[in-house]
Nanobody, 129 residues
Framework: QVQLVESGGGLVQAGGSLRLSCAAS????????MAWFRQAPGKERDFVAAISRSNRKIYYGDSVKGRFTIARDNAKNTVYLQMNSLKPEDTAVYYCAADYTGILNVDYAATRGDEYEYWGQGTQVTVSS
């Protein structure tokens, strides 16, 4: 089992940047596909970004393409989400998630939240206009 802890959220003005971190313990992240999701008050959870174990497959939600970047550092057992050109509509709680994809599926990364087994507690990102 893997435990995930997000950090790096906060209050930022529109146009600013934040970098979220997701630190894992219990298992090495190199065996998991990783993703970020977000949920704003009163809205459904949205897919933000995902990265395969191999790093060869990376996906982004349409609303964040060109602004957000997902990356992983397996040596530090950490996944990052660099968020640039932030907009008020990016305000949400951001969650890190891990999906054990098996020995062979190194290039797989799901974009559906129900495929991820492990979740962090979330970190709040607030973007002021």
């Amino acid at each position: 089992q893997v435990q995930l802890v997000e950090s790096g959220g906060g209050l930022v003005q529109a146009g600013g940047s934040l970098r979220l971190s997701c630190a894992a313990s219990g298992r090495t992240l190199s065996t998991y596909a990783m993703a970020w999701f977000r949920q704003a008050p009163g809205k459904e959870r949205d897919f933000v970004a995902a990265i395969s174990r191999s790093n060869r497959k990376i996906y982004y939600g349409d609303s964040v393409k060109g602004r957000f970047t997902i990356a992983r550092d397996n040596a530090k057992n950490t996944v990052y989400l660099q968020m640039n050109s932030l907009k008020p509509e990016d305000t949400a709680v951001y969650y890190c998630a891990a999906d054990y994809t098996g020995i062979l599926n190194v290039d797989y990364a799901a974009t559906r939240g129900d495929e991820y087994e492990y979740w962090g507690q979330g970190t709040q990102v607030t973007v002021s206009s």
